[in-house]
């Protein structure tokens, strides 16, 4: 059925250092694109599969610019209204952006997504839980994807890829979330300390460490109160969420002066003593098993943008439909003009040309890009409006847009940044190629 009373957020903003060279100021995360359509189609394709029929984006004002000029193709019946991030260098975090919204959010439930979930999954079984929970909190929460992947240097680059994963305690044999700690937090002690009566209540936890966080959340009225009132928080995911799984043991988890701000559930403070029960604080989740055979994934740094590639093909026909049924993607546009055939393991976009003996192996190649004779292309990502030199060689490599990569180039396990020119005969191995004042963060 439809989306009933219920907000939509999706969160665009923040800065993208984690995906250099991939992104800069102007050129948000939002529009880059997984197999030849932007990151945020996917989201909002997930939500029209759902019967949503109008969202909010937050973004910085230049990430709107460029997000607005793509959906005036985009056919989908979902309304979009901007909710510009204030702060020009759009640190905003993602509760800042919250309160930024404010009395526009009026729905009894809230829906706050990340404008990099890749997912399948229908949404109406996280909103299924979340009422039948009569959750404050509902997060989704998913085993790590099986990449099929020959890339050597991908073991090391998951390696130093930490820092995203969490504790995720919940109580055996049901949704409750009980435990919610960042591991980054636990990085230097050996043990992670349970408080007592946790354990007291729920002797058979059970804790994952393994599950990545969809950052996809629905929030209440009454956990949107409690993040208007601590104006300190500044992220759902980081502070909001643990404060409320924390929170929702407490025997007098409210303040009498919060029903006098808060007539919570139309409760008069005079009725509310101590053996009435408090509003639901309860915090749930629902985590998806692998054996569910449904994509779940968050593209939030280059490696997982790389990954991206091996796993969408495979469920394009569903992300790319606006219902449940599945719809035919072609994966080499009409107008490609190719020398050699192009395998079923690649996609090509709109009026690109391929030239003579060059092989193209598990890539995907953007709109308008040239590809000089006798290349060798694997396992990459080539974005849009990109030339690349005959006689070059690239092997698991992302090459950001309008790239000039000159002839007879070797590159292994690189990412070159945007309009970023390699020069001819160049040979480069795990590298970030890119200007040299452009090295924010590698």
Known sequence: GVMLEIQVVIMAGGQNSRMYPLTNERFGKAMLPVCNAPMISYVLHTLVRARVDEAFICASAEAVKEITIFLQDFSLPIRIDFEVLRDSVSEVGTADAIRQLGDKLTAPNILVVACDLLTTLPLHRLLDLHRLQDAAVTCLFASPAKIDSDAPADKRARKEETGDEDYVGLAAGTSQLVLLASQADYMDEETLDLPLGLLRRHPDLCIHTDLLDAHCYILNRLALDILKEKTNFISIRTELIPHLVRRQHRRHAFEPSFFHKHPVRQQSVASFSSDLPAPSLACHALVLPPAEGLLCMRVSTVPRYADAHRLVPKYLKRLMSPTEDDVD???????????????????????????????????????????????????????????????????????????????????????????????????????VVAPDNDYLKV
Not at 400 to 405: E, G, L, M, P, W
């Open 329 to 431: 993607v072609p994966l080499v546009a009409e107008d490609v003009k190719s020398a050699t055939p192009i395998g079923q393991d690649s996609m090509v976009g709109a009026r690109s040309t391929i030239g003579e003996s060059t092989s193209l192996k598990r890539s995907v190649v953007g709109k308008q890009c040239v590809i000089g004779d006798k290349c060798k292309i694997t396992n990459s990502v080539i974005m849009d409006f990109v030339t690349i030199g005959s006689g070059s060689t690239i092997t698991n490599c992302v090459i950001a847009q309008n790239a000039h990569v000159q002839a007879q180039c070797s590159l292994v396990n690189c990412q070159v940044a945007m309009s970023h020119t390699v020069l001819e005969k160049t040979n480069a191995k795990s590298e």
